[in-house]
């Protein structure tokens, strides 16, 4: 199984966030995730910017095939492949990672993805690479099962589900160290660039609207708009 998260702009006057609330693009979305074996995908926004979400069971797919009807609202990213419009985040931090489709498997239907964004100074993103591999493979588990963050140039997308779902591992870290810091909250304070004019308790981390959730269970494909 192959966890994917992408980063998208919109070109400036289209509305792509928009064609995804449609129950059309819902329907075709569906019927493409099934025949690509694609699983739980969720759709954030915040401004023009979109965040995608997806599991692969199979060969990863790109956002691209997955989601060609916006592709012409979206931005193209230089670098890689000519003409993509999605941009992959790197995942550098997950509390829990898949080993079988079988442990991937939600026990329930009522969890909901969520997503946050967060601004990383650009000098101390070594940092906090260091402190999140210390975190994960001194304690995997420790957090939501489904719970991972990823960076692209200085963007950190956060993803989740709630509520959250905490299970045992079935398998160790790669570290038998114990230097996390207990004081997490303040150390990673000073990473981050704070958002202006943010509500309370979202000065480090925004929180993200969701425009559109794919998903499966138990081999039968449903969807819900946001």
Not at 23 to 39: G, Q, T
Not at 78 to 90: A, F, L, N, S, Y
Not at 118 to 143: M, V
Request: glycine share 8%.
């Amino acid at each position: 199984m192959k966890r994917c998260l992408y980063r998208a702009e919109e070109l400036e006057g289209e509305k792509a966030a928009a064609l995804f609330r449609s129950l059309e693009v819902s329907d075709s979305l569906i019927d493409v995730m099934e025949h690509l074996r694609v699983v739980h995908l969720s759709l954030f926004a915040c401004g023009s910017q979109l965040f995608l979400y997806y599991e692969c069971l199979g060969t990863p797919v790109l956002p691209e095939v997955l989601l060609p009807e916006v592709s012409e609202q979206l931005a193209v990213w230089p670098g890689g492949e000519k003409g993509r419009h999605w941009v992959p985040m790197i995942d550098i931090f997950h509390y829990q990672e898949p080993v079988s489709a079988q442990h991937w498997e939600r026990r329930s239907k009522e969890g909901k993805p969520y997503g946050r964004l967060a601004r990383l100074k650009p000098e101390e993103a070594a940092s906090y690479i260091y402190y999140h591999f210390q975190y994960q493979e001194e304690r995997p588990g420790d957090g939501d099962k489904y719970g991972m963050i990823g960076l692209h140039e200085n963007m950190l997308f956060f993803y989740a589900e709630q509520p959250a779902t905490r299970e045992p591992v079935p398998y160790e870290g790669k570290l038998k160290t114990r230097l996390r810091p207990d004081n997490w909250a303040e150390v990673m304070e000073p990473h981050f660039i704070k958002w202006e004019g943010a509500s309370a308790g979202q000065e480090l981390w925004r929180e993200l609207e969701i425009v559109l959730e794919a998903r499966v269970y138990a081999g039968k494909w449903g969807t819900r708009d946001a």
